[in-house]
């Protein structure tokens, strides 16, 4: 499978997956690791892809979410955002219905 197909396949696959700089064992840049963090304190399980293992990981990820930056966490298959995005819906108390989507996908 090419790279880019493999990509949305994952995406579209995993309930919830982070694309970000290392492991959730061992997030290599302080963005990721903030991420990870915040995704611990709510005990959410979540795929994760090391982006440093190839390059062109990150370039075929861009060019599917049209989002620049990483880590870029996905919830069913829907860019959530970076860590930005991730640390303020955490703050505001708005992230926990976005990760309940990937544990309770028809809402029950």
């Not at 996905?74 to 991730?86: A, K, M, T």
């Not at 544990?103 to 029950?108: A, D, I, T």
């Amino acid at each position: 499978m090419e790279l880019g197909e493999q990509i949305k396949h994952d995406i579209k696959t995993n309930p919830m997956i982070l694309y970000m700089n290392g492991t959730k064992g061992a997030p290599m840049c302080g963005f990721s690791n903030a991420v990870v963090q915040v995704l611990a304190q709510y005990g959410v399980e979540y795929q994760d892809v090391n982006i440093l293992v190839d390059p062109e990981i990150r370039v075929r990820l861009s060019e599917y979410s049209n989002w620049p930056t990483i880590p870029q966490l996905f919830v069913n298959g829907e860019l959530v955002g970076g860590s930005d995005i991730i640390l303020e819906l955490h703050q505001r108390g708005k992230l926990l219905p976005v990760l309940e989507r990937a544990v309770l996908p028809n809402g029950e």
